[in-house]
């Protein structure tokens, strides 16, 4: 059996923005959030199951899942592979968006659910050891946990750190098949239950289509280019600076991708201003 990449955004849509395929993000959810019995996810309903951008740079969405459980929680649910160093703060902005959009004109706030976000992580965000960690705002001193309309957990996948065959609750095995189904060739034993088995068989090579299959191809050489692009300008910022090697990069982002200037900004360490400036100066040479 052949297994494609769970962290690319193509597959990652597939297994958890499915309705037909709800019981696994409904399990992947359960394991993150670790609720007692009563207060678990039993339904979820997804929104924009149909929102697959190609490649890195499609502007279709601005998260991969986004979905509703029985009680009308709203959930943001995120697979980042190239490392931001605004990571925290965009969690935040999209969380404090998909909250302001939830009201009406006119209604009340009372009507307002809770937004929690889950962040999957292809690259330590944190300094914590955990693979697993949940962010609440609590009162400093007494812990008490009024304010209850945001939620961050974070699944840094490269620090987990043990063998399938050391794998024992439900989170460490989404983890595990998240980090590793791709270099897998059948289903481990300790994967053998429903949901695992369902999520396989949605990576299974030979289960997608000749369309979808170019868009995955599309998809993972465009992430190999852009990290091409930011290791040769790590290369060359040893030689030329940094900055004139990001501005390079910076030019040839603009040149040969869709990608808006927020995005390079973000990729390049460059300033707004920075990045229009060179825009400009593109723009002016295309115009002689």
Request: with cysteine; charged share 30%.
């Amino acid at each position: 059996m052949v297994f494609l990449d769970p962290k690319s955004d193509i597959a990652f849509k597939k297994l958890f923005s499915s309705s037909e395929h709800k019981n696994v993000l409904i399990s992947f959810l359960n394991s993150i959030l670790a609720r007692e019995e009563g207060e678990k996810i039993v339904d979820v309903v997804i929104n924009d199951p149909n929102n697959l951008p190609e490649t890195p740079d499609s502007k279709a969405s601005a998260v991969d899942v986004y979905c509703t459980d029985q009680q009308g929680a709203n959930y943001i649910v995120e697979m980042q592979v190239l490392k931001q160093q605004d990571y925290a703060v965009r969690c935040q902005y999209y969380s404090a968006v998909a909250l302001g959009r939830q009201l009406m004109q006119g209604e009340k706030f009372e009507f307002l659910k809770p937004v929690i976000f889950v962040g999957i992580l292809d690259f330590d965000l944190l300094r914590a050891p955990n693979f697993l960690s949940h962010h609440f705002i609590l009162n400093v001193e007494t812990r008490e946990h009024s304010l209850k309309h945001f939620e961050f957990h974070f699944v840094e996948l490269n620090k987990l750190n043990k063998t399938v065959d050391e794998l024992s609750s439900d989170l460490e095995k989404w983890t595990y098949f998240l980090k590793n189904a791709q270099t897998l060739q059948k289903i481990p034993a300790t994967l053998n239950k429903p949901a695992f088995k369902e999520a396989f068989d949605i990576l299974e090579q030979g289960n997608w289509t000749t369309k979808e299959l170019n868009a995955y191809d599309r998809y993972i050489d465009a992430i190999r280019s852009r990290e091409n692009q930011i290791d040769t300008a790590k290369g060359e910022g040893r030689e030329k600076g940094k900055e004139e090697a990001f501005k390079l990069i910076a030019q040839d982002l603009l040149t040969t991708t869709s990608m808006n200037i927020t995005e390079i900004a973000r990729l390049t360490r460059l300033s707004l201003e920075e990045i229009e400036k060179i825009k400009k100066e593109l723009n002016t040479k295309k115009s002689k």
